[in-house]
C-alpha cells in the first residue's frame, strides 16, 4: 500500500472529474469562439465551468478570467496590475517574503525593469505584519500581494487586514489563494482583495487550467495578446477539457469543503500530536491555529530531511521537503528560513499534506513507520559524526618516521 501525504504539491483528479474530461475529449471538439452548433456546445460547456469556479469563491461568472494555472494567474495580476494605465506614476510593489516563486520571481523581472520592490517579513510563526505594510506602502505603491495560505506551512494571512491598508494608500491588493481554494471557504468580498489566483489541481480537478479572479471595475493589462478570447484580457483558445473537469472540480469542492476541513484537520492533529509524542526532538513550523486544516510542517532535529524523505518514500509514504516547484534544488527553504528559524531545523524540515481520500489506517501507519526511521538516520548521523571526528584528529597526528623497529 502507497500513501500519498502530498496534496499540497498536486491531488489525484477526482474519478468524476476524469469522466467529464474524457467525455468532452471524446464528444465536444468545438471551438468556443465558432459560431455554429459544435463552438456554441463548447461554449456552454465554459460557460458552465466559468459559473462554478465564481461559485465556488463567491464571485460573479463575468469576473473569472480562465488561465493554465496559479503561476500564470500570478503572473498575469502582478504583470497585469504594473502594466495597466491606471497605475500610472506608480512604481512599487510589495509582496511578502514568504510568497510562492511565481510571486517572487516575477517581482524580480520587474525590478530589473526598474520597479521598487519591498518585501514584507514574517514572525516565527509565518504571519506577516499589518503594521509593517502600513509602514512600507507608500503614495507610489501599485499593488500589494500577499498569499492567502502558505504552500510550505499552510499558516493563513490577515488577508482583510492587508488588503484595507493597501486601499487606504490607492493600491491594489492580489492575493495568491492557490493552497486555500478548496481546503477552506473562500469569498472574495470578505476577503477584500481586487485579484485572486487559483488552480485547479489543488482541489482534485486537472493540471493545466486555473482562474483569475478579478473584481469588477479593476482594469489590467493583457499579458497574453492575440485574439479576442476571455473578454479581451486573455487571448488563446480555451482548454474545454480542462476547464470543464475545473468547474466540477470546483462543484464538488464547494459541497464537501466543510466536511472534507473537519475531516483532513483531525488526521492532521492525530498525526502531529503522535508524532511529537513518539520521536524526541521534533517541532512544528508555523502557526498551529491560523492555517488551512491539511498541512503540517516538522522538523526532525539531527536528520536530514532528503534523507527522511526517501526512506519514507521506500517505505511507501509520499511527503516532501516544501514546494514542489522547488523540488530538485538545493536551496534551503526560503519560507522557514523568512520565520527566523535555525540552519538545522530549516534542513530537517518535513511537509505533510493531506486530503480527500487520506484514512486514519494512513496515518496510523505513518505513525507507526517514522519513529523507528528517525532513530536509525540519527543512529547514522551520529556514527558519521564520530568517524569525521577520528579521521580529523588522525590528520593532526605528526607522520611515522618510517624507521622500523
Known sequence: MRIYFD???????????ANAVAEVLRDDFGNPSSVHYFGQRAKRLVDSARA????LIAAKPSEIIFTSGGTESDNFAIRGAADAPASGHRRHLIASAIEHE??????????????????LSVDASGVVSPDELAEKIDHDTALVSVMHANNEIGTIQPITLLAAIAHEHGALFHTDA??????????????????????????????????????????????QTGGRHERNRRAGTENVPGLVGMGIAAEISKQNVGGA?????????????????????????????QRVPNTSNISFDRVEAEALLIA??????????G?????GTLEPSHVLRAMGLPHRRVQSSIRFSLGNGNTLAEVDRVI???????????????????????DDHSATQPASSGVDR
Do not use: M, Y
Not at 496534496?7 to 472529474?17: E, G, I, K, S
Not at 462554478?52 to 461559485?55: D, K, N, Y
Not at 481546503?183 to 481586487?194: C, Q
Open 312 to 321: 519514507l518514500d521506500l517505505e511507501g509514504i509520499a511527503v516532501s521537503t
Open 178 to 223: 492557490v493552497q486555500s481554494v478548496g481546503k477552506v471557504p473562500v469569498d472574495v468580498t470578505a476577503l477584500g482583495a481586487d485579484l485572486l489566483s487559483l488552480s485547479a489541481h489543488k482541489f482534485n480537478g486537472p493540471k493545466g487550467v486555473g482562474a483569475l479572479w478579478l473584481r469588477r471595475g479593476v482594469r489590467l493589462s493583457a499579458v
Open 102 to 119: 511565481a510571486v517572487l520571481n516575477t517581482l524580480k523581472a520587474l525590478e530589473r525593469h526598474g520597479w521598487r520592490i519591498s518585501l
Open 261 to 289: 476541513s473537519a475531516s483532513c484537520a483531525a488526521l492532521r492533529d492525530r498525526l502531529e500530536n503522535s508524532l511529537l509524542e513518539s520521536v524526541p526532538d521534533t517541532a512544528i513550523n508555523g502557526a498551529r491555529d
Open 7 to 17: 496534496h499540497n504539491a498536486t491531488t489525484p483528479l477526482d474519478p468524476r472529474v
Open 52 to 55: 462554478a469556479v465564481a461559485s
Open 323 to 327: 514546494s514542489a516547484c522547488s523540488s
Open 368 to 390: 507507526a513507520s517514522l519513529p523507528p526511521i528517525v532513530k536509525r538516520l540519527r543512529g547514522l548521523t551520529q556514527a558519521s559524526t564520530r568517524r569525521r571526528g577520528r
